[in-house]
T-cell receptor
């Protein structure tokens, strides 16, 4: 069983809808949670991060962590065609400079005009 | 700033051939990484270099070797390519910037096919 599970999609939504993405994990030691966005044929880029439990909002994006359920979510409000990308969750047990991130498989999102 | 650059962008190899993937960063980062990305598998760490002069194995190191040539450059070598190494390879770098997480900056990727 993978340490991080993420539905690969694709998830297709009309422009303006709310996009809801999530990951589940099995390692209770994970404390740092990140969301990366990857456009087609590009490298991933960090979108948001949260530490431990709680919510974090950045513009149209909200990240939530529920450590008791081992479940993290990313919500995109007022979705735009430019949000069409693959979204990967990533997590680590500590603030790790050594690259020990565990990535989900990524969810492909398509926002149709 | 170019960020993280990778060469080549595409490569087709025959089974048993060798090649080196090149990566360079101009952000003065200490740490560098090599990942492979396969459908349904996400990004998996092959090797990483915490700082110049050090390298260590990641999750899937078999069949690969790395060299941290200097602070800027980190290369990945396939000595005898196998079809199972068909993948997209990403190089990344990171440095402490005062935030709670170490953001990793990724290159554009190398698409490798082994026939």
């Amino acid at each position: 069983q993978k340490e991080v599970e993420q539905d690969p999609g694709p998830l297709s939504v009309p422009e303006g809808a709310i996009v809801s993405l999530n990951c589940t994990y099995s390692n209770s030691a994970f404390q740092y949670f990140m969301w990366y966005r990857q456009y087609s044929r590009k490298g991933p880029e960090l979108l948001m991060y949260t530490y431990s439990s709680g919510n974090k909002e950045d513009g149209r994006f909200t990240a939530q962590v529920d450590k008791s359920s081992k479940y993290i979510s990313l919500f995109i409000r007022d979705s735009q065609p430019s949000d069409s990308a693959t979204y990967l969750c990533a997590m680590s047990p500590m603030r790790s400079v050594w690259g020990k991130l565990q990535f989900g498989a990524g969810t492909q999102v398509v926002v149709t005009p | 700033n170019a960020g993280v650059t990778q060469t080549p962008k595409f490569q087709v190899l025959k089974t048993g051939q060798s090649m080196t993937l090149q990566c360079a960063q101009d952000m003065n980062h200490n740490s560098m990484y090599w990942y492979r990305q396969d459908p349904g598998m996400g990004l998996r760490l092959i090797y990483y270099s915490a700082s110049e002069g050090t390298t260590d194995k990641g999750e899937v190191p078999n069949g690969y070797n790395v060299s941290r040539l200097n602070k800027r450059e980190f290369s990945l070598r396939l000595e005898s390519a196998a079809p199972s190494q068909t993948s997209v390879y990403f190089c990344a770098s990171s440095e402490w910037s005062g935030t709670p997480v170490y953001e990793q900056y990724f290159g554009p990727g190398t698409r490798l096919t082994v026939t």
